[in-house]
């Protein structure tokens, strides 16, 4: 849900209220009011006062929010999809894929009467596949269990495959105005921020933010006030060189007011890379080729690649290289051709295919593009 680029809609100017500049742009005092945060005065951080973040808050998204195209109904289904599409996968990059799935499965139905092969192709080029295949999963469950209607709390949300606790929350606050917080990327920065939160967030390290995040959210409103943090973290309290100048909530603001916006949030130590070597075998008989689909708890599950091999036979050719990264995997795949002279009988959830269909089937990233070299002119 991390979103790089930035955005600040509408134009700062100021005009007066009561003695104290106002930006006009925002509706919202500029300066003005005490530093807070637990944090600076020792003891676990805290917002001080959150009925003014709300305030502040909520008015300037009325005039500076976002507009996406999952944004505006109270359909859970759209803002279901848009949150599965958002985990790992930045906003302008999800639009288009949104607005495509969005007329291919119009409903949760819909997406429930479709074939899983069906639903990642329409994913196909998006990745993190398993995302999919839980939201499939989950649109049957909808129609078998609740008759084809979301269930209307956080936990039961929860109960439903591939929605986490930050998913059901979003659904709940998005489409149900149930009050529940949030706590992703962009929150997780500014509510860090309001409340001078210095200890390493991530994982474990997120639960003071959802604390925090609890006595933030307000009882009405809460969809709204859920995606003006998200808005704020994406437009305003960027990760670096955040528009503090600009921020509705400065005032309330721990970090800028102690001076410690640089630091907060820290992270957790990344994960170190891991470099992986394999090779990916293209057996070819005339016009076809053997492929395999990605079996349980494998990378990609349920797409189609080409088989693998931890290091090639002696004497195979190198026709290509492609380099990918998974999670924390760096993988360097060297692509050997293999001409068997008839075609060998193919293992489970192997398959002869016709070189002029492979741009039919779903696909993995690095099998798309070992594809597109074989298809490409012979060597
Ligand atoms: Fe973020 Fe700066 Fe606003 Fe604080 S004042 S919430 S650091 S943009």
Not at 27 to 37: D, Q
Not at 46 to 53: E, K, L, Q, S
Not at 173 to 202: C, F, K, Y
Not at 347 to 375: C, D, E, F, N, Y
Request: aromatic share 6%.
């Amino acid at each position: 849900m991390q979103e790089a680029s930035v955005r600040v809609a509408g134009k700062r100017t100021t005009r007066r209220t009561a003695g104290r500049p106002v930006s006009a742009a925002r509706g919202v005092p500029a300066t003005g009011g005490a530093a807070t945060g637990g944090a600076a005065t020792g003891g676990a951080a805290t917002i001080a006062d959150p009925a003014a973040v709300r305030r502040r808050l909520l008015a300037w998204y009325a005039l500076a929010r976002r507009d996406l195209p999952w944004r505006g109904g109270t359909d859970p289904y759209p803002v279901w999809v848009s949150e599965i599409m958002l985990q790992q996968t930045q906003v302008d990059r999800v639009k288009g894929f949104f607005v495509r799935f969005m007329a291919r499965f119009p409903t949760v139905g819909a997406l429930a009467a479709a074939r899983e092969q069906a639903v990642l192709k329409q994913w196909e080029g998006l990745g993190y596949y398993r995302r999919a295949r839980q939201l499939h999963a989950a649109a049957r469950k909808i129609v078998a269990d609740h008759g084809g209607e979301f269930p209307r709390n956080v936990a039961a949300l929860m109960g439903l495959p591939g929605i986490g606790r930050y998913t059901a929350a979003a659904i709940a606050s998005i489409a149900m105005d149930i009050p529940a917080p949030i706590v992703e990327a962009n929150s997780r920065r500014v509510i860090a921020r309001l409340a001078g939160h210095a200890e390493p967030v991530g994982g474990a390290g997120d639960e003071p933010i959802w604390a925090l995040a609890a006595t933030l959210v307000p009882r009405k409103r809460a969809g709204a006030f859920n995606q003006a943090l998200m808005d704020l973290g994406a437009m305003v309290c960027t990760p670096d060189r955040p528009l503090c100048q600009r921020c509705p909530v400065a005032a309330c603001c721990a970090a800028k007011q102690t001076g410690r916006v640089a630091r907060i949030p820290a992270m957790a130590a990344p994960r170190a890379t891991q470099r992986i070597r394999e090779t990916a075998v293209v057996a070819r008989h005339g016009d076809l080729v053997l492929v395999e689909r990605r079996g349980p708890g494998e990378w990609w599950e349920g797409l189609w690649d080409f088989p693998r091999e931890s290091a090639g036979r002696r004497g195979d050719s190198v026709v290509g290289r492609v380099a990918y990264t998974v999670t924390h995997h760096r993988i360097d795949c060297a692509v050997v051709e293999r001409n068997p002279r008839r075609p060998s009988r193919a293992a489970p959830r192997q398959r002869w295919v016709k070189i002029a269909s492979l741009a039919g089937l779903a696909m993995t990233a690095p099998g798309r593009r070992i594809a597109r070299l074989v298809a490409g002119p012979r060597r």
